[in-house]
């Protein structure tokens, strides 16, 4: 019987040490044996985009998001992974779909909130993704010039359009 959390723990190391191919073909065995196991669909998802693999990391991820056993850390990383992967593809609107999930799921994750106006600019929505990443630029940045114009920022990510008469 093959001890899946071993295998996982060294198939994650293998990774991260480079040895990417590796890691792969170990991941693609545990995933067919244990193809329920979303922290292995996670992991077999990431190892498949980290080799520019993206086609083949969708399925991983889309199971990963499906089942149960995620930490919050990893299904956060899993619904970016996804919707990158769909904005990297062209699936604009996929991308959209899943990133406003995992925004609203993980309201204080910035990398979702950025990832997610890069889609909407690439669905068209240059206004909402320009708004989007001002809300990022205001709540995070540290330079002096840009706190000094916070309330300005904030006040054009509400309406871009709005002229002051």
Wanted: no cysteine; charged share 25%.
């Amino acid at each position: 019987m093959i001890d899946v959390a071993e295998q996982l723990a060294r198939a994650v190391s293998l990774r991260e040490t480079g040895s990417v191919d590796e890691a792969r073909d170990l991941l693609l065995k545990l995933s067919s044996a244990a193809p329920d196991d979303s922290r292995v669909a996670y992991q077999t998802a990431w190892v498949h985009d980290v080799l520019g693999l993206e086609r083949d990391a969708i399925p991983f991820y889309v199971r990963a998001l499906d089942g149960d056993g995620l930490s919050a850390v990893e299904r956060r990383g899993a619904m970016l992974g996804l919707g990158s992967t769909y904005r990297t593809l062209g699936r604009y609107a996929e991308a959209v779909s899943v990133l406003s999930a995992g925004v609203a799921e993980f309201p204080d994750d910035r990398a979702l909130a950025v990832f997610l106006a890069m889609a909407l600019y690439n669905a068209g929505n240059a206004k909402e993704a320009v708004a989007g990443l001002l809300t990022v630029l205001a709540d995070t940045s540290a330079d002096p010039e840009v706190r000094r114009y916070e309330r300005a920022i904030r006040l054009y990510a509400e309406d871009l359009d709005r002229v002051w008469d």
